[in-house]
């Protein structure tokens, strides 16, 4: 049987998919209101659907043909999702066996064989952007059963490398064996981290974009990488196109980062106040006094009245702020005053919602900002915030025999900063997301960010990913893998070992049986 893996792109192929793209998006999305959901087909699918085209067609296959074909160079293969899944391997190697039974191109032979399913895949989308193709391809009727693969819950068990004996190493995301789904990703500047995010977004949306119950994810952009125009081929692998960059310094983020409490009781405005409060002095690290807290959090409770419990806005918050000051100190301004005025003045969020942080995927461009500065903070503490209100609406996620919905990943790329000061909203994240199928991924570049006074991630991860440490925790090392003597210098021998594109795992088959090692080095997929 021919093995669909490894497979580079030829160059032609990825602006007919997007052409293919365009015209397919615009006939199936016809019918959609303004609030109605506009449908996407994924690079997955079409990649499927236009090799299963190419190998539909009965014509000549050129020998000379395939050969011009271009594969291009250093750029990640096709997902073998693409093949493999429906477990229909088998019946495309049968048929692409049979194409080219009549032909003397040899399919023994590693890159003829890469060409000639790129050139299926070419063929086909040419095909389908002639005359009305399009359309017969679209208009035939075809049924699935309720217990097709398209209606089920998709596997996540992500490929992230290979472990020291060459065993695939993967991560279980959503079966019902495992607690929860938190990924906590430590290494420091050079060690692969953004190549392990990268690795983990492809896999979880090429499992699952395919499927009625599709993964989407929030990724904060510390470093900019993601969201460089350079690295346009990333957002491909995403599934996810240039829309679904925010960048807040050209235009505010497009929701209101307020809670809306019409129809609600005014004890849980007043609970809101106080937390809000707080969070307007964490931002900033600054100390405030009891006196400020208690105007801070009554100018919160005054704009919803002002408001009638609907959305308020930093604006109107700094007004009622100032009218509860006296007379001689309404011109002067103090810590809540300063930072109200910052987010007033640099406009990062909309006074409307316009989009569903949920139901679509975005990455938020924040290498402008100053990581530790107060606007970053605010960018990421709203938004989680905001994540916490759509949760709470959200009904639980589906469960089946073997497996459980997952519906979004919040990934916080430099979460270090998010993590030394009083963040309620990502505690409560955490919390609330268990039983809704929404999951995180932090990353940071010491294994000791994770824990702090405010609160210990790592008793809550099912996956923390070690990777290069500019500096060493002895104390971090033996809570998180409950070692000592022995046991402890050998995994901190590991972890001062591993270089780039390298990481260690926890080893859940030793730990439970209480033998064998504890951890698990791995090298990461590229």
């Known amino acids: 049987m021919i093995l669909f893996n490894n497979i580079r792109i030829a160059d032609s192929i990825p602006e007919l998919l997007h052409q293919l793209k365009d015209r397919i998006e615009q006939k199936v999305n016809l019918q959609a209101t303004e609030k109605g959901q506009v449908q996407s087909i994924s690079q997955n699918m079409l990649l499927r659907l236009s090799f299963i085209t190419g190998l539909s067609l009965t014509e000549e296959r050129r020998t ?3 050969e011009a074909l271009k594969l291009q160079a250093n750029v990640s293969t096709i997902h073998d999702t693409v093949f493999l899944k429906g477990n229909l391997m088998p019946l495309w190697s049968a048929i692409l066996k049979l194409r080219y039974k009549n032909s003397d191109v040899d399919l023994d032979n590693p890159t003829t064989l890469r060409k000639a399913i790129n050139y299926e895949i070419k063929r086909g989308a040419e095909y389908l952007l002639k005359s009305d193709n399009l359309d017969n391809w679209l208009l035939s009727t075809t049924t699935l059963s309720k217990t097709g693969s398209y209606g089920s819950i998709p596997k996540l068990s992500l490929q992230i490398g290979t472990y020291e004996d060459d065993i695939t190493a993967m991560l279980d995301m959503n079966s019902t064996n495992i607690s929860n789904t938190q990924v906590l990703i430590a290494g420091t500047t050079g060690s ?5 995010l990268a690795v983990l977004v492809n896999e979880i949306r090429s499992l699952s974009v395919d499927s009625i119950y599709p993964v989407n994810f929030l990724l904060f952009d510390y470093k900019g990488e993601f969201s460089d125009p350079a690295n346009q081929s990333w957002l491909n692998l995403f599934e996810v196109d240039s829309s679904c960059i925010l960048d807040p310094i050209k235009h505010p983020l497009p929701f209101n980062p307020f809670k809306d409490f019409t129809g609600r009781t005014q004890n849980e405005i007043n609970l809101y106040s ?3 409060a707080t969070a307007l002095s964490a931002i900033d690290s600054t100390k405030i006094s009891a006196n400020m807290s208690n105007r801070s959090s009554e100018a919160i409770i005054n704009s919803y009245k002002r408001n009638q419990n609907r959305s308020i806005t930093f604006d109107l918050i700094l007004r009622e702020y100032t009218n509860l000051q006296s007379d001689n100190e309404k011109d002067k301004d103090d810590s809540i005053k300063s930072v109200l005025k910052q987010l ?3 406009n990062l969020f909309s006074k409307e919602d316009s989009v569903n942080l949920i139901k679509e995927s975005f990455i938020i461009k924040m290498d402008a900002f100053p ?7 605010a ?3 709203f938004i989680i915030s905001k994540l916490n209100t759509i949760y709470e609406k ?4 589906t469960i089946s025999d073997e497996l459980v919905e997952l519906r979004h990943f919040t990934i916080i790329d430099e979460a270090h900063y998010m993590l030394g000061f009083e963040n309620k909203p990502l505690r409560d994240l955490i919390a609330v997301g268990r039983n809704k199928g929404l999951s995180i991924i932090l990353a940071t570049q010491n294994m000791d960010s994770f824990k702090s006074e405010y609160f210990d991630f790592y008793a809550n991860a099912q996956y923390p990913l070690i990777m290069k440490q500019q500096s060493i925790n002895d104390g971090v090392i033996k809570d998180l893998f409950g070692v000592s003597g022995k046991e402890f210098q050998e995994i901190k021998e590991a972890i001062g070992s591993l270089q780039k594109g390298e990481l260690i795992i926890k080893n859940p088959t030793a730990i439970t049986l209480g033998m064998g090692k504890k951890i698990r080095g791995l090298r990461l997929n590229i």
């Open 64 to 66: 000379s043909e395939i």
């Open 192 to 196: 692969g981290k953004s190549n392990l």
């Open 274 to 276: 106080t937390e809000l």
């Open 344 to 346: 007033i003045r640099n």
């Open 371 to 377: 990581k530790d500065g107060p606007l970053a903070k």
């Open 379 to 381: 960018i990421v503490y």
């Open 394 to 397: 959200l009904p639980k996620q």
